[in-house]
């Protein structure tokens, strides 16, 4: 995990330009307002936010963990919402400052492992999508992650994550070639997968034309990269959740957004945090169908 995302990072971006980040943003927006406390500022009511400005602002805090290039976070932060972003990768950050600043946004990012992030105060919802979390191939990774958010997250507040299923990485994927060419771009893809460990390896080799180095448009530069992904059950990650105390709420599939099936390839769940007690000052915002 630690060496990913570095060539990778320049040209991320343009590979990334068929994910519709916006429809991300609907679906993580909708369900914050379902189930979560955080709210965008233009509906920001009501005597706690005078009571107690520091821990409403708290509440209202969105961290996206794995946030990469900042463009979800960016999008949330167009929404009206109070965002930060932590990402383990410099390369990627670099370009999310960059896209901060010509957006005029005021957002943090921090360099930061998910597995050990430090706050200095508690985030009423947590966002990681986009297989962040599959970077994780332990279970001792997984623990530290949800224990770590758990810690970290508002009196019952929410935490929103995908991750890709077992089914795509063994069915699927698993022992295919994936090559795509840019114009100024091109990668091969080759994928491995162990079914013992259950973990997936890319293989990535990426073509960079030079821009740079005052050399001929044709010329480009070779890159490599290693990227290992672990494919998970739901059944696992629902024990992994309870294991760091946190709430079970409720998942589906992330691409129909309806129930989870066999051959779903990407799950979108949301657990909650309990057992903090509420401050008086602030008034939360009532949950909606839980089960």
Same mark, same amino acid.
């Given at each position: ?17 068929? /994910? ?5 943003? #609907? ?123 758990? /810690? ?12 890709? /299923?077992?089914?795509?990485?063994? #069915? ?80 589906? #599939? ?38």
């Amino acid at each position: 995990m630690y060496e990913s995302y570095q060539s990778f990072a320049s040209v991320y971006d343009e590979f990334m330009d068929g /994910t519709d980040y916006r429809l991300t943003a #609907d679906k993580i927006q909708d369900i914050i307002m379902r189930y979560g406390l955080s709210r965008p500022a233009e509906l920001r009511t009501g005597e706690s936010e005078n009571t107690d400005v520091l821990l409403a602002a708290e509440m209202n805090l969105v961290v996206d963990l794995g946030c990469g290039t900042g463009k979800l976070t960016e999008i949330l932060a167009d929404r009206g919402f109070d965002v930060m972003g932590i990402d383990l990768s410099e390369e990627m950050l670099g370009i999310a400052l960059t896209r901060r600043d010509k957006l005029h946004h005021r957002t943090l990012y921090l360099c930061q492992d998910m597995r050990e992030f430090e706050l200095f105060g508690t985030a009423g919802t947590f966002v990681s999508v986009g297989d962040s979390v599959n970077y994780l191939l332990e279970d001792e990774d997984m623990d530290k992650l949800f224990k770590r958010v758990n /810690t970290f997250l508002y009196p019952g507040g929410i935490f929103v994550f995908d991750f890709k /299923t077992l089914h795509l990485y063994r #069915d699927v994927i698993g022992d295919s070639t994936i090559a795509e060419d840019r114009e100024d771009c091109s990668f091969i893809w080759e994928n491995w997968f162990d079914a013992e460990t259950r973990i997936n390896e890319y293989d990535l080799t990426l073509f960079i034309r030079d821009r740079d180095s005052g050399a001929e448009d044709n010329l480009f530069r070779k890159y490599q990269e290693i990227h290992r992904q672990r494919g998970y059950t739901l059944d696992e990650m629902k024990k992994f959740v309870s294991d760091a105390g946190l709430t079970w709420v409720t998942e589906m #599939d992330s691409d129909t957004m309806g129930p989870v099936t066999p051959g779903t390839e990407r799950i979108l769940c949301v657990v909650r945090e309990k057992g903090k007690k509420v401050p008086p000052s602030v008034t939360q915002a009532p949950a909606e169908n839980e089960s």
